[in-house]
Each structure stands twice: as C-alpha cells, then as structure tokens.
C-alpha cells in the first residue's frame, strides 16, 4: 500500500513549512492551516501539562506534541486534510458498521502517515 501523505505530498503544495515540534510553533502553525482546531488543541495542552503533573512524567506532552505534530502535518496539504475529514464524516454518516470501517480506514492511515512523517 502506497504511503497516503507522501503521495499527497507528491501532488500538492504545501501550504506551510513543517513546524518544529513545540506548543508555540505548532499553535502557530494551526493558526494558518487549521484555526477551527486551535480551540481543541490548547484543550488538549493543558490536559496534557495536567497529566504529566499528575504523573509526574513528561510521556502526556510527548504525546501531545506528535499527535498536534501529525494534525498540522495532515491540514498543511489542503487534499489531505480534505480527504482526511471527509473520511471522518462519512463514518459518521455511514448505515453500516463495513461502510463505517472502510471510512475509518483511510482516516486511520493518514493518520498513520503523518504520525511517521512528523516522527521522522
């Protein structure tokens, strides 16, 4: 199976540089590409720092900043990120749980994809 964010990458633009992988340089980056999400995501910061607190490791922000990483990384390629909510739409709409599956599959695997790229 071909590598869905590369091939995005391939046919598309970027609209922005990949940010550095910190709350500052991600929330800037969203600003641009995805400001809808900025809400959720500095939910998500604080919930991460209160977890970490809680825990005392730092494992919640890590985990914060690859998945805003990937987020920024899907919305960056205009097709993608299209491709990627309309997946997560139709799952929601779908009648069958195999048609809500295949929906989800494709959402999953951009998902995927971003994750490895902003890993490196």
């Not at 910061?45 to 990483?69: G, Q």
């Given at each position: 199976?071909?590598d ?92 069958a ?24």
């Amino acid at each position: 199976m071909e590598d869905t964010l590369s091939t995005a990458a391939h046919h598309a633009e970027e609209l922005i540089p990949r940010p550095t992988k910190t709350p500052a340089a991600l929330k800037a980056a969203l600003a641009v590409v995805a400001p809808n999400l900025l809400p959720k995501m500095q939910a998500d910061l604080e919930k991460a720092f209160n977890r970490a607190a809680e825990l005392d490791s730092l494992t919640p922000v890590h985990a914060f900043l690859v998945h805003w990483s990937a987020m920024v990384e899907i919305e960056r390629f205009p097709e993608t990120a299209r491709k990627y909510h309309r997946s997560l739409y139709l799952a929601q709409q779908a009648d069958a749980p195999e048609e809500a599956r295949d929906h989800l599959t494709v959402s999953s695997e951009i998902l995927r994809a971003a994750t490895q790229a902003v890993r490196g």
